[in-house]
């Protein structure tokens, strides 16, 4: 079993839907939640940090973490062409950090 | 702040000639940085690791003779391609670690002929 795992997708949405991006993982070492959004051609941009199960909030972006399932998330609200982007989880232990494959998410217009 | 840049963005170079990526934390210091490797529509692939004043610690599979990496001060990191082959370009994208986060460059495109 693969230490995180993502579906790559692509995840296709029309503009103004809730959008749901999710990471399973099975080392449950890790300690710290990052989601990053990764435009064409250009290097990732780390997009919210969490360290604790719950819900946390930035704009129209909430990270959840549930740490008894090995499950966190990504919620876009209001979803924009401009969100059309793949989308990295990530998460780390001490001595490490993995990604995700990513989720190559369209919104449609 | 945690500004990550990449000298150059974009680089085309002959086959079996050497190309050199510069990675820069422009306002902090980062003891540990990190080279990936991207193809197209694929994910990130760690290269290496890169700790400031050592060497540097690669990944199963990565030739450290022909992926050369220095991290000789605590804001820049550069990783030289050598006798590069059309095969080995590709979208190079380094990152910087702060505290927790790691905070990544633009990428450099290496375009092989």
């Known amino acids: 079993q693969k230490e995180v795992e993502q579906d790559p997708g692509p995840l296709s949405v029309p503009e103004g839907a809730i959008v749901s991006l999710n990471c399973t993982y099975s080392?449950?070492?890790?300690?710290?939640f990052m989601w990053y959004r990764q435009y064409s051609r250009k290097g990732p941009e780390l997009l919210m940090y969490t360290y604790s199960s719950g819900n946390k909030e930035d704009g129209r972006f909430t990270a959840q973490v549930d740490k008894s399932s090995k499950y966190i998330s990504l919620f876009i609200r209001d979803s924009q062409p401009s969100d059309s982007a793949t989308y990295l989880c990530?998460?780390?232990?001490?001595?490490?950090?993995?990604f995700g494959k990513g989720t190559r998410l369209h919104i449609l217009p | 702040g945690a500004v990550v840049s990449q000298h150059p963005s974009w680089v085309i170079c002959k086959s079996g000639t050497s190309v050199k990526i510069e990675c820069r934390s422009l306002d902090f210091q980062a003891t540990t940085m990190f080279w990936y490797r991207q193809f197209p529509k694929q994910s990130l692939m760690l290269m290496a690791t890169?700790?400031?004043?050592?060497?540097?610690?690669?990944e199963q599979g990565v030739e450290k003779d022909k992926f050369l990496i220095n991290h000789a001060s605590l804001t820049l990191s550069t990783l030289t391609v050598t006798s590069a082959h059309p095969e080995d370009s590709s979208f190079y994208i380094c990152?910087?670690?702060?505290?927790?986060?790691?905070?990544f460059g633009p990428g450099t495109r290496l375009t092989v002929t």
């Open positions: 080392n449950s070492a890790f300690q710290y």
């Open positions: 990530a998460m780390s232990a001490i001595d490490k950090i993995i």
């Open positions: 890169s700790n400031e004043g050592s060497k540097a610690t690669y």
């Open positions: 990152s910087a670690q702060q505290g927790r986060e790691q905070y």
